[in-house]
């Protein structure tokens, strides 16, 4: 069965702390891995990963993709209060659109 | 603003009363997807429209049906909640067949279902 592991589970920061959040997947046919930011409505999309090696930033977010080790990572630097969120990821196989999700990391930053 | 849109935000409902819980997009994507999401749970995909075919997952229940009228609309009927079935119920949508960048899915913010 397709699995997608998010680690940690839960995360408590200072603003200014750089956070690291992980991501692990065993999937059949690897075509995308998507990160996406969920606070208390909707995921909104950060990244989409498909090439291993190459990183995708925007802001002080920033997010690799590791196809030998099939993983992902999400860092965040200089984190603020407004970053807290569960961060969601995901991976999508070639067989189709859909999307499996891991269980998510949820990210609190104190003042 | 292109974008999904769900209604209502809140729905409450009695055990074994008839929902509809709706989405709409405007962002002329072929694909619609039903996911529900329960309280620190990922997103459970329940089935999903690409274009006019429906694709149900295999272990969503009978209980949970759906209707895409057009490609703007999709509606997901509970036909007789319980309170298991108390959840948040995101719709997305993305389109298949263009290209990595097309293949991201965008969500509408969610209905909240309770079920008394």
């Known amino acids: 069965e397709d699995k997608v592991v998010q680690s940690p589970l839960s995360l408590v920061v200072h603003e200014g702390d750089t956070v690291t959040l992980n991501c692990s997947y065993e999937?059949?046919?690897?075509?995308?891995l998507l990160w996406y930011k969920q606070e208390k409505k909707a995921p909104t999309f950060l990244f989409m990963l498909?090439?291993?090696?190459i990183e995708k930033k925007s802001g002080r977010l920033s997010s690799i993709l590791d196809k030998k080790e099939l993983s992902s990572i999400l860092n965040i630097t200089a984190t603020q209060t407004g970053d807290s969120a569960i961060y969601l990821c995901a991976v999508e196989e070639n067989a189709g659109n859909m999307l499996t999700f891991g269980g998510g990391t949820r990210l609190m930053v104190k003042p | 603003d292109a974008m999904v849109i769900q209604n209502p935000r809140y729905q409450v409902t009695q055990f074994g009363k008839p929902v509809t819980l709706s989405c709409s997009q405007t962002l002329n994507h072929n694909v619609m997807y039903w996911y529900q999401q329960k309280s620190s749970q990922a997103p459970k995909l329940l089935f999903h429209?690409?274009?006019?075919?429906?694709?149900n997952e295999a272990d969503t229940p009978d209980n949970f049906q759906s209707r895409r009228p057009n490609t703007s609309f999709c509606f997901l009927d509970i036909r007789s909640p319980g309170l298991g079935d108390a959840a948040m119920y995101l719709c997305?949508?993305?389109?298949?067949?263009?290209?990595?960048?097309?293949?991201?899915?965008?969500f509408g913010a969610g209905t909240r279902l309770s079920v008394l």
């Open positions: 999937v059949t046919n690897f075509r995308s």
């Open positions: 498909t090439s291993s090696g």
């Open positions: 429209y690409y274009d006019k075919d429906f694709n």
């Open positions: 997305a949508t993305s389109r298949a067949g263009g290209g990595w960048a097309k293949n991201i899915q965008y």
